[in-house]
């Protein structure tokens, strides 16, 4: 931020930085359910999928006529469905996290195609409360902003202030040994799988709101930027070691480095190759860690 500021000052200018926090909050949602799959050592690779089908579900159930409050309750309904059928496969069907999401991307990606038969929604999409969601402002801050926010909150205190939360520390540093503790493993991944898709479709309306449409290619890519945040916050690949405060600060991090590097001019592709490098330096830093903690 220093090196940005100094080469051009009007990064840290209250508008940019609004702007910079409202850039976030699409990855931010999907990286906070990313923390709860990845503490239990898994991974969630239908995140993008899970947000462009339920976006383009209640894209299309508002362009029939639905009134947008319940259209929007359905596309979060059916993030969190999708979410569990994710975590029915691990779980009960004790397949590799890996392979499942990988698989369910295909699914969910491919329906979200079938669907809008490969082309945009954009009738009805201008109404005041979906709009809102994603462009509104209150008391001078951005709306998602501050569900951002809130949101944070809430999966704060589950995870690190209930039993549940305690569940999903002990699933991801010893699985058996949480089995002979009583932590019933199937129904805590369901949960965390479940959370991670209701996440990938808030995501999705907040970008339905601002593009005023729903495209079946939204949320491509996104997996790599939430798992991305969640290494750089400090969340162990490992499972069992991390925090939602280091998530949020891995999802700053990456947006000032996708907006400082817009403002000074660099170009989007040597954009990418930065990105990677911090990453790299993150996933070293975070096995270094380890071995000294074991030593």
Do not use: C
Not at 81 to 87: H, M, R, S, T
Not at 101 to 106: F, K, Y
Not at 188 to 207: C, D, N, P, Q, W
């Amino acid at each position: 931020m220093i090196i940005i500021t100094a080469i051009n000052p009007n990064f840290l200018t209250t508008n940019n930085l609004l702007n910079l926090l409202l850039q976030v909050t699409a990855n931010g949602f999907i990286a906070f359910g990313m923390t709860f799959v990845i503490l239990t050592s898994g991974i969630d690779l239908s995140v993008g999928a899970i947000l462009a089908l339920s976006s383009a579900i209640s894209a299309g159930l508002i362009a029939q006529g639905m009134p947008l409050p319940l259209a929007v309750l359905i596309a979060i309904l059916l993030g969190g469905f999708l979410g569990a059928i994710n975590g029915l496969l691990v779980a009960y069907g004790k397949l590799a996290p890996f392979i499942v999401t990988l698989a369910t991307q295909m699914v969910y990606r491919g329906a979200t195609l079938v669907f809008t038969n490969g082309n945009p929604i954009t009738k009805h999409m201008s109404g005041f409360f979906l709009a809102y969601i994603g462009q509104g402002y209150l008391f001078g801050i951005p709306f998602p902003v501050i569900l951002m926010v809130i949101v944070f909150i809430i999966l704060y205190i589950l995870l690190h202030k209930t039993a549940f939360g305690k569940s999903v520390y002990a699933l991801g540093g010893n699985e058996k040994a949480a089995y002979i503790s009583g932590v019933k493993l199937n129904k805590v991944k369901v949960i965390i799988y479940t959370i991670s898709g209701v996440m990938s479709a808030l995501s999705g309306l907040i970008i339905t709101s601002r593009l005023s449409s729903a495209t079946p290619q939204a949320g491509t890519g996104y997996e790599m930027y939430a798992i991305a945040a969640v290494v750089l916050g400090g969340t162990s690949l490992m499972g069992g070691k991390g925090r939602m405060t280091g998530t949020i600060i891995g999802v700053l991090i990456i947006g000032v480095l996708n907006n400082g590097l817009n403002i000074i001019g660099v170009s989007a592709f040597w954009q990418q190759v930065i990105e990677g490098i911090v990453i790299l330096i993150a996933v070293l830093v975070d096995v270094l860690r380890n071995k000294t903690s074991k030593s």
